[in-house]
């Protein structure tokens, strides 16, 4: 059996070769970049008027003139190709193009207008380029915007249009085959359900917690025989990860991990040091196919996901950030055995908090947690204000 680190390490050594590609903007949210994002131009690309307003020419150190003729008015998408003497000034509405020999913009609001003369109000201070953007301020032309790697997110998508991205450069979906296992297993949609039948959350559980990822998904369903789990996986390796729930420890039925090797995968580790979800099973295929046998328990299902899945896809497509955020408890804890254990928890104003229950099969554990928190192997006892590893249940960037 080995350890959590080592697990992670070698999960992630054995990522998935994605595919670039251009997705439409509107859809790219969730995906990743697969290459960097760069400003096509200045931004913005001229003196852009920041209110409403007169703009005029000075040196900086002359006084203010009392008065100055009106020459035109400037509406955005407007330009203003006439030579503007040193007297003479502008109204300029909001977003539209300053021109370059004028540099101060004064607020509409404290100008007199009258027979195409401006003067202002009293007491007002002025200085060079006031209420002007300057061209470029924003960003440089060939600046980098966002990162090759990085995750597409909503608040990205104003800026990608802004600069020209209505095909954002990204990734082609991965392929991903859900494979739940045991003669026990029935569809939630089953209101008649016998006594010692369960209902399927597991294939739930998982595309909820991936739902956000360019993954698509099929689900599979094999009962407790060897051949009956060889005919599925077989299926199921034609996708580029498999993801088997069931079946994988060392009960009597557990035909899993063998039916694994017998349909050529090599095996990289089986269990690791972690509670709940000991009995994992990590191999690759010759193919291509990755595969994660993971066990029947809804929380031990969702600990898998979060800690070894969803890390090992995002380093798919080249994100190597934490799926984790460092938080402190606000309780003492006490551990008893020498894995990493993985308890339900919630993110408060003050830290995070431990919520009790009964263990990784309680259909209720997760019900008002925000995530969970790893109490790592090396450290016996967490004490109040102690750094801990939170992993949120749902995290976009």
Not at 82 to 92: G, H, S
């Amino acid at each position: 059996m080995i350890s959590f680190d080592e697990a992670q390490k070698i999960v992630l050594s054995h990522t998935i070769k994605t595919i670039p590609s251009t997705i439409p903007l509107l859809e790219s949210i969730g995906n990743f970049y697969s290459d960097t994002i760069v400003a096509d131009r200045n931004y913005p690309p001229f003196n852009r008027a920041a209110v409403d307003g007169i703009a005029f020419y000075w040196d900086g150190t002359s006084p203010i003139r009392d008065s100055y003729q009106l020459a035109g008015t400037i509406f955005a998408g407007e330009t203003w190709d006439t030579e503007i003497k040193d007297f003479q000034c502008l109204r300029i509405m909001t977003g539209a193009p300053v021109p370059k020999q004028l540099n101060v913009l004064v607020r509409v609001e404290d100008i007199i207008a009258a027979n195409n003369q401006i003067s202002f109000k009293e007491d007002l201070s002025f200085s060079l380029m006031q209420n002007i953007a300057r061209e470029g301020e924003d960003l440089k032309k060939g600046a980098e915007v966002l990162q090759k790697g990085a995750r597409i997110a909503m608040q990205h998508i104003s800026t990608l249009a802004s600069l020209g991205y209505g095909f954002v450069p990204s990734f082609e979906f991965l392929t991903a085959t859900i494979l739940r296992t045991g003669n026990e297993i029935t569809e939630p949609v089953n209101k008649e359900i016998s006594s010692w039948q369960i209902r399927d959350s597991n294939s739930y559980t998982i595309r909820t917690l991936l739902k956000d990822y360019p993954v698509s998904f099929h689900v599979r369903t094999a009962q407790d025989t060897l051949e009956a789990l060889i005919g599925q996986i077989q299926q199921g390796m034609k996708s580029d990860l498999l993801i088997v729930t069931g079946g994988v420890s060392a009960g009597d039925a557990d035909y899993v991990p063998e039916a694994l090797v017998k349909c050529g995968f090599t095996c990289h580790f089986h269990k690791a040091k972690i509670r709940p979800g000991k009995p994992i099973w990590f191999g690759t295929h010759p193919n291509g196919c990755i595969a994660f046998g993971l066990p029947g328990n809804p929380f031990s299902v969702q600990v898998g996901v979060k800690v070894f899945i969803e890390p090992f896809i995002r380093a798919c497509f080249g994100n190597t950030e934490k799926t984790f955020s460092t938080k402190t408890i606000t309780h003492e804890r006490t551990k008893k055995i020498s894995f990493d254990e993985f308890i339900v928890a919630n993110e408060n104003e003050n830290g995070i908090v431990i919520k009790k229950h009964n263990g990784s099969g309680d259909i209720s554990a997760l019900l008002s947690s925000t995530g969970m928190v790893q109490h790592k192997a090396e450290i016996e006892k967490l004490s109040t204000g102690d750094a801990v590893h939170f992993y949120p249940w749902i995290k976009m960037d």
